[in-house]
C-alpha cells in the first residue's frame, strides 16, 4: 500500500505510517507547503528584507511647457545682446534688445507607449546686416512626471549655452534630459514639492529674471533635471540676410530612480 | 501534435494579456464602434460560429504588404531607388544601385506574415528587380497565432469631436502652448481685480512704486551686466543693483541715463492711482574725479547735466541712492536722491553706475544688527570702543556699535587683500612706519568686538577684547608689512538652532626691516592684511556623555512572608 511515512525514529523503534488520502497525509502536505510558501511571499510583498535603498527604471511623462527664455549674445565688439522669452515682463525689461525670434517646436512619441520620447525644437532669430552672435542662452521648461513608485510632478529645466569666439550662424545641439537626484524619492505618495516654475513669470522685477538666480534656485532643489549635451555643433559662417538657427533635439530617456524601501 | 497543443495554450494566455496591453486605445466611453460582442450578440449563432472560426484561422492582414510602398512619393513617376514603386519599369530599375526600402513586412509579433522582399540583381545584365512574397514564421513560443480581437493590432480610430464631447477631448488631449494672447502692457498688478471706487489704495511690499506715467525705475541688470531702465522699484524691497552702461564723450549730452534729470524729473505718487504727487527732492552730490577722489558738494540742491569740458565729459551720474519715507498706513510721504557724478575721459567706452534704494518708516531710526542672537554669515562684524575713563562697571557703554570698516570682516568670509608699496631712498622710517599703520589699521582701530550679533553696549561681557600682537625684527627701522586678525568663532546653543559666537579675537603685525636704499634705488614690498575665521566648535557626536543607569527599587514587602 502507497503510504507516507509521518514519523520515525530509530531509537525507539517507532515507525507512523499513514494512507496517501489520508487527514494525516493532508496535514503534512499542508504543512509543507505553509513552511515554503508564506516566507516567499513575506520576501516578495516587502521587496527583500535587508534593503535600505533599491532603484527601478522608468520613463518619465515629461512635456514641454512652451515657455523658452532666450538670450543671444551680440559680437564681436563689447556689444550687447538680443533676448525674448515667453513671458511678457521680462520681454518688457528689454526694452529696445527685445527681438522676437521664429520657433518651431514638435514633440515626437517614436514608440507609441503614450509618453513623448524626443522634443524637436528650432529657433530662428532674424539678425540685422551687422548683427553677430557668438553665445547663445537658452532656458527651456518641462513639467516632468513619474508615476512607478511615488508620484513625482514637478517643474524642470534644459539650459542649454554655448559661447564661441567666432560668430556662428547655427547651433546643433542634441542630448539627453536626464534627471538628477540628489535624495531619494519616496516609495509612495504625491510628491509636489517642486511643482513650481523655474522661472517667476508674473514678477515684474530684473532680479527675478537674472540668470544666476534661476540657476542658483534651480539648483537649490534636490530633484532637478539637467540638459547634457556633450557635442554641440557651432557652423560658422552666416550669409548677411540669413538668421541665426538653434536647432536642438532633446530626448527624454528612461531614468534610474533611487528610493528608499519601507522600513516596516 | 504537442507543438499545437501548446501553441494553443499560448494563444488563450495571448488573448488574456492583449487587451490590457492596448487598454489605451478602446475606451469605454467612446463612440459606440462594431465590436466584436456587440457583433456577436446580433448575429445568429451559426454565423457567430463560422466567424469564430474564420478568427482562429489567423487574423487578416490589415495592410497588405505587396502594396504597401512608403518611398513611392512621386505620382504617376518612377521614384529612384523605390523597388516597390509600380511606376517603374525594368529600364528603370537598371539604373538603381540598391533598394531603399528592401523588405515589408506585417505585425511582427504575429506566428507567420507576409513579406515582400526585393531586391536587385545586379550580377544581370542590366540589373533587374527581384520580388519576393514570402510568409515568414515567427521563432518565438509567445508569437499570436490567431486573435479574436483585430482591432488589438491596429490604430483604433479615434473619436470624433462633437458638440457634447468637446470639451472633454480638450481637457484630455490638450497640452501647453505657446502663448498667442498680446502682452497686457498695462502694468497695473491690481487692475485685474476691479475693486470699490472709494477704497484707500496702500502699496504693500513688493509693489511696484508708481510715478505720474509709469514706475520708479531703479536700472538693474538682467541677463547680462549691461543695464536695464526698465527694472521697477519695489515697495519696501531694498535693493542694491551694478550695472554697465556703454557711453561715449561725444554723445554724453544725449545719453539720457547718464543726467541726474533722468532720476529725478518723474514724481511718485504717494499711493498708488492717487494724484498726489511726491517730487523726488535732490539730498546731496558727491563729485568723483578721474582719479577716484570723492567730494561732498555744498548747496546740494542743484541740477548738474552731463557737458563735455576740455574731452572730458563731467556730471556723468555714477551712482543713485534713492531713500524713500513712508508711513504705517503704506503711503510714502518722502523721496529723497543721493547722487556721485563723475567724469570720463576719450578712452572710456562703459561706465559702472550702481543704484540703491532704502525704505525708512516716518520717526524711526533703525539699528541694523548682524544677527540675533548670533551672528549671521556675511553680515559685518559689531565693534567699538570703551570710553576714556568710566569709573564704574555699571556705566560702561561703548561707542555705538562701529562697523570695522577697515575690511568690512564678514562673518565666515575668509578674505585677503594685498597691495605694493614702492620705496625710495628719500622715505623716512618714522612717517612711514605711521603711514603704513594708518593703511592697515583704519584711523581708529576697535578695542573690542561684540561677540553676538546683537550685542548691546551695556552689556559688558559681550565685548570680547581684541589681542594684539607685534612680531618684528630687532633693528633701527621696522615697518609694519601685514595685519592678520583671526576671528575664533563657535556654535553656540543647542544643537537645532546653532549661533555664531565669538570668543577670540586676535590681530597681529607683522613688521620687516627697512634697510637704507643706496640714493635713487627703488624696492617693492607687499602690503598684506588678511581676515581668517576659524570655527572651534567641536562637532555634534552621536553618543553617551552619561550613561544610562537603571533607576530601579524593590517594594519594601518584596520579601514580606521572610523578612
Known amino acids: 500500500m502507497a503510504g507516507v511515512e509521518l514519523f520515525s525514529h530509530p531509537a525507539l523503534h517507532t515507525r507512523y505510517r499513514a494512507g496517501l488520502c489520508s487527514a494525516a497525509a493532508l496535514a503534512l502536505l499542508l504543512i509543507t507547503v505553509l513552511t515554503y510558501v508564506p516566507p516567499l511571499l513575506v520576501a516578495y510583498r516587502s521587496h527583500g528584507f535587508w534593503l535600505k535603498q533599491s532603484t527601478y527604471l522608468e520613463q518619465p511623462t515629461v512635456r514641454f511647457r512652451y515657455e523658452v527664455l532666450f538670450v543671444a549674445t551680440i559680437g564681436p565688439g563689447p556689444g550687447s545682446f538680443l533676448a525674448w522669452s515667453t513671458f511678457p515682463a521680462f520681454n518688457r525689461l528689454q526694452e529696445d534688445r527685445l527681438r522676437v525670434p521664429l520657433l518651431s517646436t514638435r514633440e ?35 513639467s516632468y512626471q513619474l508615476y512607478r513608485m511615488s508620484t513625482l510632478v514637478m517643474q524642470s529645466m534644459a539650459f542649454l549655452q554655448f559661447f564661441s569666439p567666432v560668430p556662428g550662424s547655427q547651433l546643433y545641439m ?13 516609495h509612495c505618495g504625491l510628491d509636489t514639492r517642486y511643482n513650481v516654475s523655474v522661472v517667476n513669470g508674473t514678477s515684474p522685477f530684473a532680479s527675478d529674471y537674472d540668470l544666476t538666480n534661476i540657476i542658483a534656485a534651480y539648483w537649490d532643489r534636490n530633484v532637478t533635471t539637467v540638459f547634457s549635451d556633450p557635442n554641440p555643433v557651432w557652423m560658422t559662417g552666416r550669409a548677411t540676410d540669413t538668421p541665426f538657427i538653434i536647432n536642438a533635439t532633446i530626448r527624454y530617456p528612461v531614468e534610474v530612480i533611487s528610493y528608499p524601501l519601507k522600513t516596516s | 501534435m504537442a507543438a499545437a497543443l501548446l501553441r494553443r495554450g499560448v494563444f488563450f494566455i495571448l488573448v488574456l494579456l492583449l487587451p490590457p496591453l492596448w487598454a489605451a486605445e478602446p475606451s469605454v466611453e467612446s463612440v459606440p464602434e462594431p465590436t466584436a460582442s456587440a457583433a456577436g450578440s446580433a448575429v445568429p449563432p451559426e454565423i457567430r460560429a463560422a466567424t469564430r472560426a474564420r478568427t482562429r484561422s489567423g487574423p487578416a492582414p490589415v495592410t497588405d504588404v505587396a502594396k504597401l510602398c512608403v518611398c513611392d512619393l512621386l505620382v504617376a513617376q518612377c521614384d529612384v531607388n523605390c523597388c516597390c514603386d509600380p511606376d517603374c519599369n525594368a529600364a528603370d530599375f537598371s539604373l538603381f544601385t540598391t533598394c531603399s526600402v528592401p523588405i515589408v513586412t506585417g505585425d511582427s509579433r504575429l506566428c507567420s506574415q507576409k513579406a515582400a522582399i526585393y531586391s536587385l540583381d545586379v550580377e544581370a545584365n542590366p540589373p533587374e528587380r527581384i520580388f519576393k512574397l514570402i510568409d515568414q514564421v515567427n521563432p518565438s513560443v509567445f508569437c499570436i497565432h490567431a486573435t479574436n480581437y483585430k482591432q488589438a493590432l491596429s490604430f483604433s480610430s479615434p473619436e470624433m469631436p462633437t458638440s457634447e464631447n468637446f470639451d472633454q477631448l480638450l481637457k484630455r488631449f490638450s497640452s501647453a502652448t505657446f502663448s498667442a494672447e498680446p502682452d497686457s502692457w498695462n502694468m497695473n498688478t491690481d487692475a485685474q481685480n476691479p475693486s470699490d471706487a472709494n477704497e484707500t489704495y496702500r502699496y504693500e511690499y513688493g509693489v511696484p512704486i508708481q510715478t505720474a506715467d509709469a514706475f520708479l525705475r531703479l536700472p538693474s541688470p538682467v541677463v547680462s551686466s549691461w543695464c536695464s531702465d526698465a527694472n521697477p522699484a519695489g515697495f519696501l524691497v531694498n535693493q542694491a543693483t551694478k550695472c554697465t552702461r556703454s557711453v561715449s564723450v561725444e554723445n554724453c549730452g544725449n545719453i539720457q541715463a547718464v543726467s541726474m534729470l533722468f532720476y529725478i524729473n518723474s514724481s511718485i505718487l504717494a499711493v498708488p492711482k492717487s494724484s498726489q504727487m511726491v517730487n523726488i527732492t535732490v539730498q546731496s552730490i558727491v ?29 556723468i551720474v555714477l551712482g543713485v541712492s534713492y531713500h524713500i519715507t513712508y508711513t504705517g498706513a503704506g503711503e510714502i510721504i518722502e523721496a529723497a536722491a543721493s547722487f556721485v557724478l563723475g567724469a570720463i575721459n576719450k578712452e572710456a567706452l562703459s561706465i559702472q553706475q550702481s543704484f540703491e534704494i532704502s525704505f525708512t518708516q516716518v520717526n524711526t531710526k533703525p539699528v541694523p544688527l548682524s544677527g540675533n542672537p548670533g551672528y549671521v554669515v556675511g553680515l559685518p562684524i559689531g565693534a ?12 560702561i557703554f561703548f561707542v555705538a556699535l562701529v562697523l570695522v570698516h577697515l575690511h568690512k570682516h564678514f562673518l565666515a568670509w575668509t578674505s585677503i587683500k594685498r597691495c605694493k608699496l614702492r620705496i625710495t631712498a628719500a622715505m623716512k622710517c618714522k612717517p612711514l612706519t605711521q603711514t603704513l599703520l594708518d593703511l592697515l589699521k583704519g584711523q581708529s582701530f576697535p578695542e573690542y568686538v561684540a561677540s553676538f550679533g546683537n550685542s548691546q553696549s551695556q552689556d559688558v561681557l559681550d565685548w570680547v577684547p581684541i589681542t594684539h600682537f607685534h612680531t618684528s625684527e630687532q633693528s633701527s627701522c621696522h615697518i609694519p608689512v601685514s595685519l592678520e586678525i583671526e576671528v575664533k568663532w563657535t556654535k553656540y546653543g543647542s544643537l537645532v538652532n546653532p549661533q555664531a559666537r565669538i570668543v577670540n579675537v586676535t590681530a597681529s603685525i607683522t613688521t620687516t626691516t627697512l634697510k637704507q636704499l643706496p640714493s635713487r634705488r627703488e624696492r617693492t614690498i607687499p602690503i598684506t592684511s588678511s581676515v581668517v575665521f576659524t570655527d572651534i566648535s567641536s562637532p555634534a557626536e552621536p553618543g553617551y556623555k552619561a550613561w544610562p543607569t537603571i533607576n530601579a527599587k524593590l517594594p519594601f514587602d518584596f520579601f514580606f512572608p521572610f523578612v
Open chain 2, 287 to 315: 563729485v568723483q574725479s578721474l582719479n577716484g577722489m570723492r567730494t561732498l558738494l555744498n548747496g546740494s540742491d542743484v541740477l548738474r547735466l552731463p557737458m563735455i569740458l576740455d574731452e572730458l565729459c563731467i556730471n
Open chain 1, 108 to 142: 515626437e512619441d517614436k514608440n507609441q507607449d503614450g509618453k513623448m520620447d524626443q522634443l524637436h525644437f528650432k529657433l530662428e532669430l532674424p539678425l540685422q546686416p551687422t548683427e553677430h552672435v557668438v553665445g547663445v542662452q537658452l532656458i527651456l521648461l518641462f
Open chain 2, 384 to 395: 567699538g570702543f570703551r570710553p576714556q575713563g568710566y569709573p564704574f562697571p555699571i556705566e
Open chain 1, 174 to 186: 542634441n542630448g539627453d534630459l536626464k534627471l538628477n537626484q540628489r535624495q531619494l524619492l519616496n
